[in-house]
């Protein structure tokens, strides 16, 4: 990736409010451009909600942060939800994906319409994965308890043993994460776009590994001691590698805000996957399955 950056002349103050939102355009100067737009729900009622923006100038081979919008709440006859819908519908034009950090699918067994046997007795591509999966992870550890293929998708049994370090998923329809999936899945129907799931942990583990980052920071980003110190570090390494540019004010809300940098993390997770630097579904892993995007072990940054 090009050392260069764009300007920043002319940019001006963001935040949650949708009247601060300028409509670009593609056909300026800088050539077409390319963006993905990061969701970070940050609870199923919450008014914690943030979206960023990243936009790719090919003709430049430059990424930046263009837009931020924090803490999207409710009024009083307006919903959080229709807020991100209306931001989103702004830069649809050339928005290549929407990447949310919460699930944006069922488990199969919930959309079934077959007559359900048990999943004891199902035969179904899934199943016999999921069952497959727990028996041979049965020879290596006994397993503490067996799965449940109606809260439960096949992507969070394989993060949790099938890459360098285990990294655990939330069930798609567990307790904390239900409530968010159904708020993404409402926001996600009436989008236009193609939209697409990220587990931002692992997304920042690929990220900060292949730029140097200490594993300490890449664990605990998101923890109340210790995490901003964590985001300041990845976000320094992002800017000393040139990935990406990032406005200082930008930089400083991330650091204050988790669920800005994890929206940001989101967008750029869209990003490697439109160049291809994303993981791909393994071979034998189910069809019907959900998989979630995450980038490369080994990114090669000056290769993008």
Avoid at 224 to 244: F, M
Avoid at 277 to 301: A, G, L, Q, S, V
Wanted: proline share 5%; hydrophobic share 40%; with cysteine.
């Amino acid at each position: 990736m090009s050392k260069g950056r764009l300007s920043s002349h002319g940019r001006k103050t963001r935040g949650s409010s949708l009247k601060s939102a300028t409509k670009l355009t593609t056909g300026s100067a800088a050539g077409d451009v390319h963006r993905f737009i990061g969701v970070s729900l940050g609870g199923g009622k919450a008014d914690k909600a943030c979206v960023a923006v990243v936009e790719y100038y090919p003709k430049h081979h430059k990424v930046f942060l263009s837009r931020i919008f924090e803490k999207i709440k409710s009024d009083d006859n307006i919903s959080a939800d229709l807020k991100i819908h209306e931001i989103i519908e702004q830069f649809k034009g050339d928005v290549e994906t929407v990447a949310f950090d919460v699930p944006i699918s069922l488990p199969n067994c919930m959309i079934c319409r077959l007559k359900c046997p048990g999943f004891e007795n199902c035969n179904l591509p899934h199943i016999n994965w999921m069952w497959n999966y727990f028996r041979e992870a049965g020879k290596k550890k006994k397993a503490k308890r067996l799965f449940t293929p109606y809260t439960q998708r096949a992507i969070e049994m394989y993060l949790s043993t099938e890459i360098e370090e285990p990294f655990i998923l939330q069930h798609a329809l567990g307790a904390n994460t239900a409530p968010l999936l159904a708020r993404a899945l409402f926001v996600a129907k009436r989008l236009t776009v193609p939209v697409m799931e990220v587990f931002p942990k692992l997304s920042i583990w690929r990220i900060g590994k292949s730029l140097n980052v200490m594993k300490s920071h890449l664990r605990f980003h998101k923890h109340a001691v210790g995490g901003d110190q964590s985001r300041t570090s990845i976000l320094q390494a992002l800017s000393t590698h040139n990935v990406a540019f990032v406005y200082d004010q930008d930089v400083k809300l991330m650091i204050a805000n988790n669920h800005a940098f994890e929206a940001f993390i989101c967008a750029l997770t869209a990003f490697l996957k439109f160049k291809g630097h994303t993981e791909p579904k393994p071979k034998n892993f189910p069809d019907t399955e959900t998989w979630i995007d995450f980038p490369m072990d080994h990114i090669k940054w000056d290769k993008i």
